[in-house]
């Protein structure tokens, strides 16, 4: 069945750090790729989302491109700022009633 | 619109109680779901459903039942709670043919079985 890979977290940077979270998918054929955040005590909130190879989902200053050669598709901000504390989740759509596949979910906090 | 919520927002069951999760949404959204989320477990499916009348198992459904009698209602039923599902359940909707097939979420109910 599909599945969907995220690095572990907890993920701790300052303020202005440049942010990578690794995100790779296994699926038959090509699903969409979203990445969605949960703030603490909150629901899930779509991030950005991308269909097909090579698109560039983005979002708030985040970006995640869908590599079709790497089944990949990692979340990068370039600055990150102490609002942007939350856990992030990738997730790929497959089968019937667009069902989500999610990964383990990696927390991100940002100091000052 | 309200989108999709969700009641209670908490809730403690003794062992071998039962209780109703309630879900609801106002954007006409044919396609429900149910998740459960663990820690460091990321989001499990637990039912899912397409329209009024029809609902279908996810990756996790026993100790759980649902019913969807009208498109806005999704109701989650636990018989007989066990510390098991001791979890924080979110309910989604979608509409098939939106852009990208994206789920919103309710806020989530937090339950612990003691």
């Known amino acids: 069945g599909d599945s969907v890979t995220q690095m572990e977290g907890p993920v701790t940077l300052s303020e202005e750090a440049f942010l990578t979270i690794n995100c790779t998918y296994t699926a038959t054929g090509y699903p969409s790729l979203f990445w969605y955040v949960q703030y603490p005590g909150e629901g899930l909130q779509l991030l950005l989302k991308a269909t097909k190879a090579d698109d560039k989902g983005s979002n708030k200053g985040f970006e995640a491109t869908y590599r079709k050669e790497t089944t990949s598709f990692h979340l990068e901000k370039g600055s990150v700022q102490v609002s942007d504390s939350a856990v992030y989740f990738c997730?790929?759509?497959?089968?019937?009633?667009?069902?989500?596949?999610f990964g383990t979910g990696t927390r991100l906090q940002v100091t000052l | 619109n309200a989108g999709v919520t969700q009641t209670p927002k908490f809730r403690i069951l003794k062992i071998g109680q039962s209780m109703t999760l309630q879900c609801a949404q106002d954007?006409?959204?044919?396609?429900m779901y149910w998740y459960r989320q663990d820690p460091g477990m990321g989001l499990k499916l637990i039912y899912y459903?397409?329209?009024?009348?029809?609902?279908d198992k996810g990756e996790v459904p026993n100790g759980y039942n649902v019913s969807r009698s009208t498109t806005e209602d999704f109701p989650l039923r636990l018989e007989l709670a066990a510390p098991s599902q001791t979890s924080v359940y979110f309910c989604?909707?979608?509409?098939?043919?939106?852009?990208?097939?994206?789920?919103?979420f309710g806020p989530g109910t937090r339950l612990t079985v003691l």
């Open positions: 989604a909707s979608s509409f098939p043919g939106l852009a990208y097939n994206e789920q919103f």
């Open positions: 997730a790929s759509v497959g089968g019937t009633a667009s069902k989500l596949t």
């Open positions: 459903s397409v329209g009024a009348g029809i609902t």
């Open positions: 954007m006409n959204h044919n396609y």
